[in-house]
């Protein structure tokens, strides 16, 4: 299955969360895991839970709803496989 293709598959197994926004990244090691945690951190957010959904992808949940600025800034440091999810009202 092609990289794309199971990102576009776990989009529908990524729930929704009311209150805080999600990212999605791909990772291959634990010194990639590292700078973009910091990335985030150094932006002032807080990443609640981390939980590592196969052995390259790595969710992170946020203490934000709107993930735009955090993939923004993944982006620039040069992590190009990310899926946001922005906190959603049910």
């Known amino acids: 299955m092609a990289k794309q293709d199971i990102l576009e598959k776990l989009n529908f ?3 929704a969360n009311k209150d805080h926004a999600q990212i999605l990244l ?3 090691d ?3 895991l590292n700078k973009a945690k910091k990335i985030i951190e150094d932006l ?3 990443i609640i839970e981390s939980k590592k959904l196969s052995a390259n992808l790595v ?3 946020l203490n934000i709803s709107d993930m735009r600025v955090v993939a923004l800034k993944l ?6 496989e990310i ?6 009202c049910f």
């Open 13 to 15: 197994e990524v729930k």
């Open 59 to 61: 969710l992170l949940k």
């Open 44 to 46: 002032g957010i807080s």
């Open 26 to 28: 791909e990772i291959n």
């Open 83 to 88: 899926k946001g999810y922005n906190a959603s």
């Open 30 to 32: 634990s010194k990639l």
């Open 75 to 80: 982006t620039e440091n040069g992590f190009l």
